[in-house]
């Protein structure tokens, strides 16, 4: 089988995005003492990224300086984030509002 | 809604909550199911197969109604490192025989039966709708919030799964630690079903199930997992947080990896992922296990930990069936007497001790101590891989007899002779 990217994989998926409310919310100014940011490789949906200084290629010093870029569409709501993140209070988590978000048709 | 008082309130309609709702709605109690998913089922997915003995009891003869897909008769489990792996297998027909030992199946369809099943007893099922709090007052649980609707109940039952935010909420237990849970993300590869059974070599519709230990985790804490469907392949991975945060693997990434290994990819080849998901796991067992009854509240299923995982076998729905069985139990008994404090439901654990919920966590429960040993995921699959392809090998080299091989097999790892003789010990008492 093809080898297929994070964005491949999700557009496969059914979401109901909730234009109105997100479910997860980041406070940034914790997020920039953060010199490992866990949260970019462990997310299973990609969702954490970095904004590098240096283009797409990340290296140490984006990890300790970069800021993250977030967007909870896509969310598979698993709580790996919420679970990984040393800092508390970085990541404000809660399920999406009922019916919104992920829906799984096989599961 | 918020006039009415229910006797119970089960917040998430996955198996060990829609479970405890059919029983006690049986018994002619109010009970309200609420489910934050569209359709229940909806939120949810596993690896992808379910022991069938915990719903046999509630459900006789449940496969004969409910929507499962296949039948499992082979077990497989395969130590992977580099290009070698080395695979056990064990099929056994008696496992077709009546209580059929397990199946795999698809959440989404499963979950909306089980909970209809409740429905149909006469629960009242409420989907769509995300509960944010439990109600305290004077340190009793009365019931839950949702959005700006109040309800209240005699009792509440958390069964909202594995990242339970209601059992936080109720100071029944501290966040999770990324060593107690792992993440599992799953692809759901379509094939045909003669493909699937030519491939796996299974007669008529029956099924499959595979584990993974080895490289595919990269050295990290969990494994990989194949489950045959009927017309579908579940395929996925399991590692641990901790090890997730320690490492810079991206999980999808690894997922990739694994598929395109030469052990995996024949197997799935001209498949289309129809499906990508991913899930939190409990991993610690009894140790990381919540106070699971209070005033006016008990712990079921995910939410309660309950979720053993032996790397030759792997069980969740069981026992969350099994102890949603035993939540329902110790409601009847609460109601009879009417008391739903924290006394009147202390016979919770009694009642997971007779359906052996209690007895199988309490047996697994150094498991996951012995689990976190990384020899298990690096040099015992590359030693066993090794070993197996040179009694395999022919080449022309002097010869020497088996003991002989594993004897420089062993030297030449990184285990130590002492270390081997402690994990046998361990893992022969712990797995």
């Not at chain 2, 459900?59 to 490192?81: D, H, N, Y």
Request: hydrophobic share 40%.
């Amino acid at each position: 089988m093809k080898r297929l990217n994070i964005q491949q994989l999700l557009a496969g998926n059914k979401f109901l995005v909730d234009d109105e409310e997100h479910h997860i919310t980041l406070h940034q100014e914790i997020c920039a003492t953060c010199s490992t940011k866990p949260c970019i490789f462990a997310c299973p949906a990609g969702l954490y990224t970095l904004k590098g200084k240096h283009g797409d290629a990340l290296i140490a010093s984006d990890l300790k300086e970069g800021e993250i870029s977030f967007d909870d569409a896509g969310c598979l709501e698993c709580g790996t984030c919420r679970v990984v993140c040393p800092h508390s209070g970085a990541i404000e988590w809660q399920y999406p509002r009922g019916s919104f978000g992920i829906i799984y048709r096989y599961g | 809604m918020a006039e009415e008082k229910f006797t119970a309130i089960i917040v998430g309609a996955g198996p060990a909550g829609s479970t405890a709702a059919y029983l006690l709605a049986q018994e002619g109690l109010d009970v309200l199911l609420i489910e934050r998913g569209e359709t229940p089922g909806s939120k949810n997915m596993f690896g992808g197969r379910m022991y069938s003995y915990a719903l046999n009891q509630v459900i006789p003869g449940f496969w004969e109604e409910a929507p499962l897909q296949r039948p499992v008769v082979k077990e497989t489990v395969s130590f992977m490192s580099g290009k070698r792996s080395v695979s056990m297998t064990c099929q056994d027909q008696n496992w077709l025989q009546t209580p059929v030992h397990s199946f795999t199946l698809l959440r989404a369809e499963f979950d909306a039966w089980l909970a209809n099943k409740a429905e149909e007893a006469g629960a009242m099922l409420a989907c769509g709708i995300r509960v944010d709090d439990v109600l305290i007052e004077s340190g009793r649980v009365t019931g839950v919030r949702a959005g700006e609707d109040e309800i209240h109940a005699d009792v509440v039952i958390a069964a909202d799964g594995a990242n339970s935010l209601l059992t936080e909420r109720a100071g029944l237990r501290k966040a999770l630690l990324p060593g107690q849970v792992a993440t599992g993300a799953k692809q759901l590869i379509e094939l045909s079903a003669d493909t699937i059974s030519q491939r796996f070599q299974l007669e008529d519709k029956q099924g499959a199930a595979y584990l993974y230990v080895g490289s595919c985790s990269s050295g990290m804490q969990g494994g990989g997992f194949l489950y045959t469907n009927l017309d579908s392949i579940s395929l996925g991975l399991v590692v641990n947080v901790a090890d997730l945060q320690r490492n810079q693997y991206k999980i999808n990434e690894l997922l990739e990896d694994f598929k395109s290994q030469p052990q995996i990819a024949p197997l799935i080849a001209g498949g289309q992922v129809a499906e990508y998901s991913a899930h939190l796991v409990p991993e610690a067992g009894f140790n990381m296990r919540p106070e699971l009854f209070g005033d006016g509240i008990l712990v079921v299923g995910d939410a309660a930990g309950f979720v053993i995982n032996l790397g030759y076998q792997v069980r969740g729905m069981d026992l969350a069936i099994a102890s949603g069985a035993a939540a329902a139990r110790t409601v009847m008994q609460a109601r009879a007497g009417n008391d739903f404090s924290e006394q009147g439901l202390s016979q919770y654990p009694d009642f997971l001790k007779q359906n052996g919920v209690w007895d199988t966590m309490e047996a697994y429960r150094h498991t996951p101590l012995f689990l976190d040993t990384r020899r298990l995921y690096e040099a015992y699959p590359q030693v066993v891989t090794d070993l197996a392809a040179d009694a395999f090998t022919v080449d022309g080299s002097p010869p020497e007899h088996l003991l002989g091989k594993m004897m420089r097999g062993v030297k030449s790892s990184s285990i130590k002779w002492s270390q081997l003789a402690g994990d046998a010990w361990k893992g022969g008492r712990s797995l």
